[in-house]
Nanobody, 123 residues
C-alpha cells in the first residue's frame, strides 16, 4: 500500500525558514508529478509548488521567489524549502504524488495525498 509521509512543519517567526519533506513508500513502480498544496482555515486548498519527474517546476503566485521545490527520485522524496516566511503562509501543507502502484487496493496510476503538516508563522 502506498503512503506519503510529510515532515518538517512547525512554528517559526516571520522571516524565518522551514524545510518540508515528503517521502513516498510502498509498492511504487514510478512517480510522475509531485507537489505541495496548502490549506489555511476557512480557505480553499491551493497549489504551492509542483515538480515533474524531469525536474521542471511551477509555483503559486503568492510564494514565487521565496519557496523552492525539489525532489530526490532515488528516495521517492519531494522537498519544499520555505524562506522569508510570512504569517499568511500559516496553513496545513499537504504533499501529493501522481504515481503508479503495483499492489494494494488500487493498482495503476492515481494521485495520492499525505496527511498534512502544520506550518505556523508568528508575527
Amino acid at each position: 500500500q502506498v503512503q506519503l509521509v510529510e515532515s518538517g512543519g512547525g512554528l517559526v517567526q516571520a522571516g524565518g525558514s522551514l524545510r518540508l519533506s515528503c517521502a513516498a513508500s510502498g509498492s511504487i513502480s514510478s512517480i510522475s508529478d509531485m507537489g505541495w498544496y496548502r490549506q489555511a482555515p476557512g480557505k480553499q486548498r491551493e497549489l504551492v509548488a509542483g515538480i515533474i519527474s524531469g525536474g521542471s517546476t511551477n509555483y503559486g503566485d503568492s510564494i514565487k521567489g521565496r519557496f523552492t521545490i525539489s525532489r530526490d527520485n532515488a528516495k521517492n522524496t519531494v522537498y519544499l524549502q520555505m524562506n522569508s516566511l510570512k504569517p499568511e503562509d500559516t496553513a496545513v501543507y499537504y504533499c501529493n504524488a501522481l504515481l503508479t502502484s503495483t499492489q494494494g487496493p488500487v493498482v495503476g496510476l492515481r494521485t495520492y495525498w499525505g496527511q498534512g503538516t502544520q506550518v505556523t508563522v508568528s508575527s
